[in-house]
């Protein structure tokens, strides 16, 4: 997802902060980062962008346009690299949960569905949650399948399933707790909440600043890292079973293109050239959790 801002472009102005940290609750103090467009929490290390409680709401950020090119290129028309993607992280997922199989998901801003058809093709009872009309007409109109118009949020499910996904929703979400509080609720005791997130913490972040295009701050609210991710998502309730990054290769689905990008990784992470992971320093960030086995419905 692109979405970088121009060198030239000054940062907006900061406004003293009146709420507390969404991690660690504290209120003393923040300190700017990338560049002056995202704040960073004093105490935990959580980054905000500048002036997040005021963005527009999902419903008015994610138009047509979004997908066609303020952050992608033309998303309808990859859809050979979308559904290697969700093929990818589906067997993540099915990995990171056995032996125990989910028999039901929801995918929370499912996007076109490109993973909820992934995992219905395996059998898997997967329904898709999007806020944006444009790509709830695709998943029902191209792919046919069961997909609510919404947030996880906002949308009433029948019943409570056996997992919950969310592939880069949670930077853009109005409320990290009540999208996870959301997200605990859909879900039956025992079952698994599986999260990716760009990583706000890794060396190429670090290294780019401001130019970083996973910083996006016209639609990314919440910036993450390996320890603060852990931390709100324990905050729910929820215990986190395994949490890795991944570098912006491991989803390309043309190994000639992957190769372009191995080099410069790996000078930039000091990592093994052929690795498409890492415990902390790649681009995008995911976690696995489970929602405890005996907790109320």
């Not at 919950?164 to 929703?169: K, N």
């Not at 401001?210 to 990314?220: E, I, K, V, Y």
Request: charged fraction near 25%; charge should be positive.
């Amino acid at each position: 997802m692109s979405g970088q801002v121009s060198v030239d472009q000054p940062a907006p102005r900061h406004a003293a902060r009146t709420w507390p940290c969404p991690v660690c609750g504290e209120r003393r103090g923040d300190e700017p980062a990338f560049a002056g467009w995202v704040r960073a929490c004093v105490s935990c290390g959580f980054m905000w962008t500048v002036g997040a409680e005021t963005v527009a709401s999902q419903a008015d950020l994610y138009d047509e346009d979004y997908f066609l090119w303020q952050s992608y290129h033309d998303y309808f028309g990859s859809a050979r690299q979308r559904r290697w993607e969700a093929t990818r992280r589906l067997r993540w997922l099915l990995k990171a949960t056995h032996p125990v199989r989910p028999r039901s998901l929801v995918e929370a801003g499912a996007a076109a569905g490109f993973f909820v058809a992934a995992a219905r093709g395996e059998g898997i009872d997967a329904v898709a949650i999007e806020p944006a009309r444009v790509c709830v007409r695709y998943a029902r109109d191209r792919l046919g399948i069961p997909v609510h118009e919404g947030t996880l949020e906002t949308v009433r499910l029948e019943r409570q399933v056996e997992a919950v996904c969310a592939f880069h929703v949670l930077e853009h979400t109005d409320d990290v707790h009540r999208f996870l509080s959301a997200a605990h609720d859909a879900l039956l005791p025992g079952g698994w909440l599986a999260l990716e997130v760009p990583n706000a913490a890794s060396p190429v972040a670090r290294r780019q600043g401001r130019n970083w295009p996973h910083l996006s701050p016209l639609h990314h609210r919440w910036h993450f890292g390996p320890q603060t991710l852990v931390r709100l998502v324990e905050s729910h309730g929820f215990v986190v079973i395994a949490h890795d990054t991944l570098f912006g290769r491991h989803y390309m689905r043309r190994p000639w293109l992957r190769a372009g990008l191995v080099l410069a990784e790996s000078r930039a992470c000091h990592a093994p050239r052929l690795r498409t992971t890492h415990p902390r320093d790649g681009d995008l960030l995911r976690l696995i959790a489970r929602r405890p086995e005996g907790t109320t419905p």
